[in-house]
């Protein structure tokens, strides 16, 4: 049986400060009409369509896909910009999450639209009672969100990778944390 989003789970919006202005973005949850608008997203923000296709992948994974895990942030005019994905993945056998792929076109990147998509997705996450968060991203980014090493919490990748870019994020601070090795998604390729 699927898991079912949150009843809870509204549109959020984030009013994010920069140094030269202040854009409000709206994020919600996809619809099936954003795909384009995703893949799109995706393809701008990454030199190759790796990550649009894994997107794609991802979504038609019943056993990784979440209904509260694909979230746009809008600006103003009401375009999607900003894109952030939670999928299911384990640490060994326990539940997890896996935080990506994050993607804002270059355009638009500096502006706060990443940031408010991967909040709305961790709120989401918080709501549906999840616990822990993993992302193999940018040191320099992603703690902003609360996420340290993995390895702190004795997590390790499936792969070889830097400490300090395989990083998790609990949830739920109360509850135990598991240990061990991430296993991801098939599209992951890992």
């Known amino acids: 049986m699927a898991a079912q989003p949150p009843s809870d789970i509204r549109p959020h919006i984030l009013k994010e400060p ?30 190759t369509a790796l990550e649009a296709d894994l997107v794609d992948a991802l979504r038609e994974d019943p056993d990784a896909w979440l209904p509260f895990g694909s979230w746009i942030a809008e600006g103003p005019d009401g375009a999607p910009t ?77 792969f070889e990778v830097p400490d300090e870019n395989m990083m998790a994020l609990s949830l739920a601070p109360s509850r135990p944390m598991p240990s061990g090795t991430i296993r991801y998604a098939k599209a992951f390729g890992v």
């Open 18 to 47: 920069h140094t030269d202005m202040s854009i409000t973005w709206t994020t919600r949850l996809e619809t099936e009409d954003d795909r384009r608008a995703i893949r799109e997203i995706n393809l701008a923000a990454f030199p």
């Open 82 to 158: 900003g894109y952030a994905l939670l999928t299911r993945c384990h640490v060994d056998d326990v539940p997890a999450l896996a935080l990506g792929p994050c993607a804002v076109p270059p355009e638009h990147q500096g502006t706060g639209a990443g940031s408010a998509a991967i909040r709305a997705a961790l709120d989401a996450a918080r709501s549906a009672g999840e616990n822990l968060v993993l992302v193999l991203g940018h040191a320099s980014y992603y703690p902003r969100f609360g996420f340290v090493p993995a390895s702190k919490h004795g997590i390790r990748a499936p």
